[in-house]
């Protein structure tokens, strides 16, 4: 059997370890996880009581066009219903539309460090994939814009960024759309957009009317609290979201996912009260990490990207073992915003690890 040679020696993704696996591996009574930038405070209490009243349609195969979310989502955000492509989470989103514009011959522009699965469906499709370092933890959207030429396709803006937290404003992004060429796709990766609190944010909603070249991806897994159910999305023109229909999947959003987020929808006071518990807990996070004496940049997102001087992995390690499990880079971790108590378990165990101590 011969596989795409491209695919050989591509890095597996590796997830946040399971909590039951590391209480197994290391006979812990407690851990706590804060890898995966999933929501402590869990998911709106509508989406529990629509998700027991759907029990008996699981033999029935979900609506593969996704109509009920669709319109009430497409309502929701001010769009039409067309211009809504909907992924088993926004991670499909990126395959599709890497699947759909990228082939050998061709490239696809990225910051780093950035979300991985860019580069890795570049690979996948057989395109080069042009990695322009960032400054600061935020885009260098000039020398971005410097590394387009007629083989470029797709160019992937995460904001914030995942994984530093950094955030384009309104203004940068514009400059910056307005030099793109038109044959190029900027796929706006906006997955923690619910997280931000900066005026400067940018409404990528209302930059769709203007640029048809632009696709806008967001998820329920991460403020909605609903990452083992799967649904992503994407908004733009519709004739892209018809090329990106013609690659995906039948029924690749499952009926129950369709489900939650239709109710989670409904419950906006979640979504604004899980922001300000988030707020809240970054500024105890920023604090913390001011008194142990480490570099980080702030965040608009519900991580922080910490650079000690010390090993990550080493760090990831000993911190597994306090009972804290947080995601380690090659110059940096990353540590999801959790709850009040989970954020002093972190901070005392980073402090511990780090010997240095946290009031």
């Known amino acids: 059997m011969i596989p795409k040679s491209q695919i050989v020696d591509l890095p597996v993704y590796e997830p946040g370890k399971p909590i039951d696996e ?56 001010g769009v039409d219903g067309d211009q809504i492509i909907f992924g088993n989470g926004s991670d499909e989103v990126v395959m599709l539309i ?9 490239n696809a ?10 580069k890795t469906n570049a690979a996948i499709e057989g395109a080069e994939a042009i990695e322009v370092p960032c ?14 030429n007629d083989k470029t396709r797709v160019v992937w803006v995460c904001n ?8 384009i404003p309104e203004a940068e992004l514009v400059k910056f759309l307005d030099q793109v060429p038109s044959h190029v796709l900027v796929a706006l990766d906006e997955a923690y957009s619910e997280y931000v609190t900066d005026p400067a944010y ?52 499952n009926h129950l996912g369709q489900t939650a987020a239709t109710a989670a929808l ?14 809240a807990g970054r500024n105890q996070v920023y604090a ?44 940096a971790i990353r540590v999801t915003i959790g709850s009040k108590e989970q954020n002093e378990k972190m901070l005392t165990a980073l402090g511990t690890v780090l010997g240095r101590t946290v009031q």
């Open 202 to 253: 940018p409404d990528a909603i209302a930059l769709l009317k203007k640029y048809r070249n632009l696709i806008t991806l967001r998820t329920f897994s991460k403020i909605y609290g609903l990452a083992a159910l799967r649904v992503g999305y994407g908004i733009a023109d519709q004739e892209i979201v018809d090329k990106l229909n013609r690659v995906r999947e039948p029924f690749n959003l």
């Open 22 to 77: 590391v209480k197994r591996e290391l006979g812990l009574d407690e851990v706590i996880k804060l890898a995966s930038n999933e929501n402590p405070f869990g998911y709106s209490n509508h989406v529990r009581e629509a998700l027991i009243s759907q029990l008996e349609h699981l033999p029935i195969y979900p609506d593969g066009a996704s109509m009920e979310l669709r319109g009430i989502l497409a309502s929701f955000l």
């Open 160 to 167: 914030p960024n995942n994984p530093t937290g950094k955030m």
């Open 266 to 279: 409904s419950d906006q006071k979640f979504v604004q009260d899980c922001r300000a518990l988030n707020e």
């Open 288 to 331: 913390g990490l001011d008194e142990i004496g480490v570099k980080y940049y702030p965040s608009e997102t519900n991580f922080v990207y910490i650079m000690p001087e010390a090993n990550p992995r080493e760090i990831f390690n000993e911190m597994m073992k306090l009972g804290v499990i947080i995601r380690a880079f090659p110059q």
């Open 135 to 148: 400054i600061d933890g935020a885009h260098d959207l000039d020398a971005m814009l410097a590394q387009i």
């Open 98 to 106: 890497s699947r759909a514009y990228l082939q050998p011959g061709t």
């Open 109 to 118: 522009i990225m910051a780093s460090p950035t979300f991985s699965v860019y």
